[in-house]
């Protein structure tokens, strides 16, 4: 069930309203009124199914009665009726349903059975649903209101899509106050079927819509989700108030990284990943909506001020302090300008004052100079009513102003009656409008955050200076032999960690007073002596550590007080010994590094201060797998602590490499084992720079969904490394692209000859951006399959070639390109490339792959035919379109 369908939903020709009768006042009647007045010009008709008699039968009869291949029914009848609608649905092959009615598994179990009952009748025949229990959706610039609101709004190029009835409800009334267009405006509903990322994924791909705001309760398919919004934050802004969010499941975790990462932080933590903007407020949202419908984005976080009262400008200037910005400094060309215009009492900074006695020319006149100006990225205009002042004039000459020019503006008009035509008359300009300076600084501040999205996006992850190694059948053996729904014992878990290559501290287990003398000798002093019990966890708590053990007779001393203190703190704990180890006197930093496994992200990853006061302190962020050196810099510089690892005062830096590789390697580790549910190293010491864990806790539980199904972003698909050979008897290494990459595509594009860049990207490329290296290498390997030939021979890596399938939303179809450098044109590689594409994409379940290659290409279009290609005469280019169907689809 793919995108097409959804292009019939939101540009339907025929329609039909199930629902519509001769009584007056139901919702069917009104939805066929808010069509036709909304100038719905394709085919309407009415369905009554006889409410007197209104039963799932007369339902199907009267929809069975419909002409074959409708685009979309909507649906208003009570929700037992709508299984057999559906049934006569699939039945007449109709693309689409909008189910306005309520009672589905908000009401209980037997809503619940019922939306079960609809669910699969649509599977099975290919019908995409919207709702249920939703207002439908409207779409100005079709002239289509689907919906049981009343009024149309303007036409935009804002998408807005809702869960909630009563928050669209809300934000319409408030477009119309503000003038605010829209190129969709959806309410989703129980999202039964079309959930929010098929939503994401369809207005990605339409022009109409510039941006896309979103309210979420809840997600459903998280991965789906997560794919869709990295795959389209990178080209249009995606802007999220996620409501429900309960801390519940935190207070409910045993280790600190359980705790620290609530439910919350998560959400937080996943949509800074895909590249959202998440707002906190149904003001900000309004706010946000206002400004991305109005304004273009700005392209840094430079503010000038300008204000006709110095106590808002100081207002807008603390609010730009609270979120760690100050207003843009004007530098000696702009004072210069500004000092030829204005009275010379004006505030010589920024903000810039102009005085309560301003004209609409003074006010215009310093606008230019800031417009003009490369050193700002947006203007903030106050005025506040003085006796002077003409707030409708300022307003109609900043109109004037901004006119035409895509700078971004926003305007706060402050006060109430005295300015109400003003801000109508800013509203019909197309400039935001609010009524605080704090609001208008924090809605230009999310802008300047997608912005920022996009900067992060097109960075390229550096290479680590070594291969990465781990020991998975050691790791694999260590949790066989763990007990279930319980944490591994401390001397495990750091076997477990050892395997995969994280740095643990020699570690020992004594479980009598005359094995910890002897391992006290071996390992020689000063030492630290733990608590080993799987039934205490805190084991300071307990009065289960002890430090700086100097000889034989505090080990012995040590072992007989950490056994007794144990037993009075938890009688019925089992006692497993103690661990030894050696100690460490004044470390520099003492971190956190942990995961816990997410009900909806799956393995999340956690770093932060440790120690013993680490979620007193709450100084943590987090992360999702898999994760590379760059997203391991973000993570750590997210967090107070990462100023001290970078050197402070008299304590060395830490070795910052060092930490992201253990990063790196925690991920991998969550990546391959998904019955990790919380796992805790605490503290890391850091100590001459170098990082190394000496506590850690494993808790292991069983899970029903495998590797990799229980990450919600796809990781590295090692499964697909292969060695090939060339006609020449050259041995290659096969594999996925990785971020990674970027030096290697730059590298290969060299040494293209221009025929060949020609043919690959149809037009003359000089050289591969910042955004199409991104776009080449850092792929979603959930819709992408993209394989490089590496030759290893060299002192440094050589790409030799690139192929690739990039798949449509459902990964039904897919479009391939290749590209192979000019001196190993005619080896085999090329074939080999998109030979395994293919075979991946088939094991996928694509149903067809296709490619456009010029005329001229005749080596292109030779490898076509030799992998059994179609090739047919594309009408649109000056070329051939090959199309090949895949076997076992």
């Known amino acids: 069930m793919g995108q097409y369908n959804l292009d019939r939903i939101f540009q339907p020709s025929h329609v039909a309203v199930v629902g519509a009768s001769e009584r ?47 685009d979309l029914v909507i649906i208003a009848t009570p929700i037992h009726t709508v299984p057999d609608i559906i049934k006569a649905c699939v039945k007449k092959k109709v693309a689409g349903a909008i189910i306005i009615s309520a009672g589905g598994k908000e009401v209980g179990e037997k809503g619940r059975k019922i939306e079960k009952r609809i669910h699969q009748i649509a599977y099975k025949g290919g019908l995409r649903i919207l709702g249920p229990n939703c207002m439908g959706l409207i779409c100005p610039g079709n002239s289509l209101n689907a919906s049981f609101a009343s ?93 429900g969010i309960t801390s519940a499941g935190a207070k409910a975790a045993a280790s600190h990284t359980g705790a620290m990462a609530g439910e919350d932080a998560v959400y937080d933590a996943a949509f800074k990943r895909a590249g959202i903007v998440r707002v906190d407020t149904i003001e900000e949202l309004f706010d946000c909506a206002e400004l991305m419908a109005k304004q273009p984005r700005p392209k840094g976080s430079r503010l000038a001020i300008v204000t006709n009262g110095g106590g808002p400008g100081v207002m807008a200037t603390d609010a730009l302090g609270r979120y760690g910005h100050e207003p843009a400094p004007l530098d000696a060309g702009i004072l210069k300008a500004l000092d030829d215009i204005l009275p010379p009492f004006w505030s010589r900074n920024n903000p ?64 109430g009656k005295s300015i109400s035509k003003a801000v109508d008359s800013l509203n019909e300009a197309g400039i935001p409008t609010y009524d605080t300076p704090e609001r208008a600084v ?25 291969n990465l190694v781990f020991n998975q059948k050691k790791a694999a053996d260590l949790f066989a032999s763990a007990s279930v729904n319980e944490f591994m014992t401390e001397s495990e878990s750091k076997k477990l960690l050892q395997a995969y290559g994280m740095p643990v501290i020699e ?60 037993r009075q703190y938890k009688p019925d704990a089992r006692l497993d010994g103690v661990t030894i180890q050696p100690y460490f006197s004044n470390p520099d930093f003492e971190l956190l590094l942990g995961a816990k496994r997410d009900p909806n992200f799956g393995p999340v990853v956690l770093f932060g201060m440790g120690g013993i006061y680490t979620e007193v302190l709450k100084d943590s962020s987090l992360g999702l797998p898999p994760m590379n050196r760059l997203l391991a810099q973000r993570l750590m510089q997210e967090t107070r602590v990462y100023t001290l690892l970078k050197g402070y005062r008299n304590r060395l830096a830490a070795d910052l490499e060092k930490l992201e590789e253990i990063i790196i390697r925690l991920s991998q580790l969550l990546i391959d084992f998904p019955q990790i549910s919380e796992l805790d190293m605490n503290p890391i010491l850091i100590r001459d720079g170098n990082p190394i864990a000496v506590d850690a806790r494993i808790l292991v539980s069983p899970t029903k969904i495998p590797s990799p199904l229980h990450l919600v972003i796809s990781p590295y698909p090692a499964e697909d490394e292969f060695l090939m050979k060339t006609v020449d008897g050259q041995t290659l290494f096969i594999r996925p692209v990785k971020p990674e990459d970027a030096p290697l595509f730059t590298a290969l594009f060299k040494v293209l000859s221009p025929t060949t860049i020609y043919y690959r990207f149809f037009s003359a490329v000089k050289e591969l951006n910042p955004k199409m290296l991104a776009r080449f290498t850092q792929i979603d390997y959930d819709r992408e399959i993209a394989l490089v030939a590496i030759d290893e021979t060299s002192k440094t890596d050589r790409m030799l070639g690139v192929a690739r399938i990039i798949g449509d939303a459902d990964s039904q179809t897919g479009e391939f390109a290749v590209l192979v450098g000019d001196n190993w044109h005619g080896k085999g590689i090329g074939v080999c490339l998109l030979e395994k594409c293919l075979s991946i994409a088939a094991k996928r379940r694509f149903r067809v792959v296709h490619g456009f290659v010029l005329k001229t290409n005749r080596n292109m279009l030779a490898l076509g035919r030799k992998l059994g290609f179609e090739i047919e005469k594309d009408l649109d280019t000056d070329g051939y379109k090959l199309v090949i169907q895949l076997e076992g689809s």
């Open 507 to 566: 570690t020992r287990t004594a479980k009598t007073e005359a094995q910890a003398s002897r391992i006290g000798q071996e390992i020689g002093y000063p030492l630290v002596m733990k608590l080993q019990s799987v039934d205490i966890l805190h084991k300071t708590d307990a009065g289960g550590v002890l430090l700086d053990l100097r000889s034989d007779t505090d080990i012995c001393q040590a072992f007989g007080q950490i056994m007794s203190s144990a």
């Open 151 to 243: 009024e149309m709004p303007d036409a935009g190029n804002l998408a807005f899509v809702s869960q909630s009835g009563a928050i669209c409800s809300s934000i319409l009334d408030l477009a119309f106050k503000e003038h605010i267009g829209f190129s969709h405006f959806v309410s989703i509903g129980s999202m039964l079927d079309i959930d929010f990322g098929d939503m994401i994924d369809y207005l990605g791909n339409d022009p109409a819509a510039k941006s896309i705001l979103l309210y979420i309760e809840s997600l459903t398919n998280i991965r789906k989700f997560m794919s869709a919004a990295r795959s389209v934050s990178r080209i249009k802004p995606i802007i999220v108030l996620k409501s």
């Open 352 to 415: 810039i004052d102009i005085l309560g006695d301003a004209s609409p020319d003074r006010f215009s006149s310093v606008l230019e100079i800031c417009f003009n100006s490369k050193t700002i990225d947006g203007v903030l205009v106050i005025l506040a009513p003085q006796a002077l002042t003409e707030p409708l004039l300022v307003a109609k000459s900043l109109a004037a102003a901004v006119k035409n020019r895509g700078y971004p503006v926003v305007a706060c008009w402050m006060g």
């Open 442 to 466: 924090r809605a230009f501040l999310y802008m300047v955050e997608y912005t920022k999205n996009q900067e992060v996006l097109l960075e390229i992850p550096p290479k680590l200076n070594r």
């Open 24 to 70: 007056k006042g139901t919702i069917g009647n009104a939805l066929m009124k808010n069509l036709i007045d909304g100038g719905f010009s394709g085919r309407l008709l009415p369905v009554n199914p006889k409410y007197g008699t209104l039963h799932g039968h007369n339902c199907f009869k009267a929809v069975s009665s419909l002409e074959m291949g409708l």
